[in-house]
């Protein structure tokens, strides 16, 4: 994939494993998910200088399994979301936050924490099902959750590639969240922060998700 951006190329080396079907094109691939709500997993990471051909594959390919034909660009000219990819170092643990490692047995209450935060709680189920099957192949990633007090307050999944799947009820645990995820890279992770994290990352390159036509 030595075409793509390194942002683009960092965030489908996370999601491909995510993923339920891949398609190899020029100079880049794609990654479908059918019935699952995770952008990054229902995408085409492809070259800036991509051609016409190659984007009418891809769109073709995604509406055959009835899915929006999205693709994944640089900058914030996409009209499907928008991101800030780049590299987070830990800072510690607020004292008001908790944050653990879960069982993967507890996935169906970590996907429904991740779902609550993206305010989209309908998707809990489907993306619990999802994951657990792609999570058998991937033993080395890790289910987080942060808590205030007793309640659950956020969700991310780790892997070695980096952060890319994760979410908050309150900003304020954003921090401690990824910090515990950085703890697990050795200080340091690949993560995306969407437009509405007031957290900074090194590095930072704006991703957006666009509509193929």
């Given amino acids: 994939m030595s075409d793509l951006p390194p942002a683009l190329r960092t965030l ?3 999601h491909r494993p995510l ?3 891949a398609h190899s094109w020029p100079g880049g691939e794609s990654l479908l998910s059918p019935g699952v709500n995770v952008l990054g997993a229902n995408a085409a990471y492809l070259p800036p200088d991509a051609d016409q051909a190659t984007l009418t594959a891809a769109r073709d390919w995604a509406l055959e ?3 929006p034909p999205l ?4 900058g914030d000219g996409g009209d499907a979301g928008h ?3 780049g590299r987070f170092i830990g800072d510690g643990h607020s004292s008001a936050v908790q944050v653990e490692q879960t069982s993967r047995l507890h996935l169906p209450r970590w996907a429904g924490v991740l779902a609550e935060a993206s305010g989209q709680s309908e998707w809990a189920s489907a993306l619990a099902r999802h994951l657990a099957a792609r999570l058998e192949a991937l033993p080395n990633a890790a289910l987080l959750i942060a808590y205030a ?3 659950a307050v956020g969700a991310l999944l780790w892997q070695p590639t980096g952060a890319h799947l994760w979410g908050t009820l309150d900003e304020a645990v954003d921090a401690p969240l990824l ?3 950085a703890e697990l890279s050795g200080g340091e992770l690949s993560v995306s922060l969407p437009d509405t994290s007031p957290l ?5 390159q704006s991703v957006s998700f666009a509509h193929i036509v």
């Fill in 179 to 181: 910090s515990a995820a």
């Fill in 19 to 21: 993923s339920t079907f």
């Fill in 71 to 74: 693709r994944v660009l640089l």
């Fill in 83 to 85: 991101l800030r990819v």
């Fill in 200 to 204: 900074e990352v090194l590095d930072a």
């Fill in 65 to 67: 399994h009835e899915l």
């Fill in 149 to 151: 007090g007793a309640e």
């Fill in 12 to 14: 489908l080396d996370y």
